[in-house]
């Protein structure tokens, strides 16, 4: 569902009415209702109106429906920016995950619509045990009350955990603080932001990080029956865009401090400890090997075309190449311990 068809259908929701009463309300035609409805694209200022008829601030469309009401989504909205701020307290990678601070206010929406891209069904309304975690455990209203306390602190750490919901977007953040550590300490910098090809690449891939830290946790498929299909279609994308950065990088002559294809096959664990190692510093003296094997092709490339001019500047015309000597054959050091007496010591070959 895109945002113009989440307007339509919220404010028939909320209004109670039907498509031709809400074409009156707004100024516009039924034909522009169905139009909507269907996908064509909304203007801002119309988008505007609608805000304004239905009354949800500056919260997504999308997300007000996917949390069933304004209030729920108030409540999923507080609970959803806890959960972000405690992982971004424990993320270990070195870096900041800057989509937890959501100064763009995409929070919400980016993980209601990766649930709902792994078929997760919407909620039917916030769930009532996750009530107290709002209210602290001991009544007191105040859901920072017992962040101190170690007994209540568990106790609202297993009340997240014994709700699906709460439990993968937890889960998923987890995932996201190593992704994005990855993707901050290899990937950006292997951009070139002058590189107009990669301008829709880039967006792309830091867009979708939350499908992509989606794709690398463990779920239920009674609870998200789509993953697997979920977890093909965003591997791919990542797939076509992170070789395309790679071969804008080759052609700019760019070297990778990392394998950029990692992101897409390495756990978020490992993807974690990679960005932790880059952020420590502890890849500053270590290479990739996609550099050695550049240098290693610029150095062939050097000799192609160095090599005709000396011979022409020493007037080789008849020169031919003794294969003989490329290939050393030499037996394995195990062959010259299985040929050795039993009380004889094998010694490696030596060059001598």
């Not at 979708?208 to 093909?232: G, N």
Request: overall charge negative.
């Amino acid at each position: 569902m895109n945002t113009s068809q989440a307007w339509v259908e919220l404010a028939l929701k909320t209004l109670s009415c039907n498509q031709k009463d809400l074409a009156r309300r707004i100024a516009v035609s039924p034909t522009q209702i169905s139009k909507w409805k269907n996908g064509e694209h909304m203007s801002i200022d119309m988008e505007d109106k609608f805000r304004a008829l239905v009354n949800i601030g500056d919260k997504h469309p999308e997300f007000v429906l996917w949390a069933g009401s304004l209030e729920d989504a108030d409540k999923w909205d507080r609970l959803i920016h806890r959960l972000a701020d405690e992982a971004q307290d424990s993320a270990e990678t070195g870096y900041d995950t800057e989509p937890f601070q959501d100064d763009l206010g995409l929070l919400c929406v980016r993980v209601s619509g990766t649930l709902s891209d792994m078929g997760v069904e919407p909620p039917k309304a916030f769930p009532p045990e996750l009530d107290p975690y709002f209210n602290g455990v001991d009544g007191s209203g105040n859901d920072e009350a017992d962040d101190d306390d170690p007994d209540a602190s568990d106790q609202l750490y297993e009340l997240l955990e014994t709700n699906s919901y709460s439990a993968v977007i937890r889960t998923i953040f987890e995932s996201l603080n190593d992704v994005w550590g990855f993707y901050v300490a290899y990937v950006a910098n292997s951009i070139d932001d002058d590189d107009e090809s990669l301008y829709d690449t880039e967006a792309n891939i830091e867009a979708c990080l939350m499908d992509l830290a989606a794709c690398k946790i463990q779920v239920d498929e009674r609870f998200a029956p789509r993953i697997r299909t979920f977890r093909h279609r965003v591997m791919k994308d990542y797939q076509e865009w992170l070789t395309a950065v790679k071969e804008a990088a080759f052609r700019a002559g760019t070297p990778l401090s990392a394998e950029l294809l990692d992101m897409v096959s390495d756990t978020h664990g490992e993807l974690g400890h990679a960005a932790e190692a880059e952020s420590l510093g502890f890849n500053a003296s270590r290479l990739h090997p996609d550099i050695y094997m550049n240098e290693l092709l610029v150095g062939m490339r050097i000799i192609h075309q160095v090599l005709p001019a000396i011979l022409k500047k020493l007037d080789i015309s008849d020169f031919e190449l003794d294969q003989s000597n490329l290939h050393i054959n030499v037996l394995p050091f195990r062959a010259y311990a299985d040929a050795a007496e039993p009380d004889v010591e094998a010694t490696p070959p030596t060059d001598e």
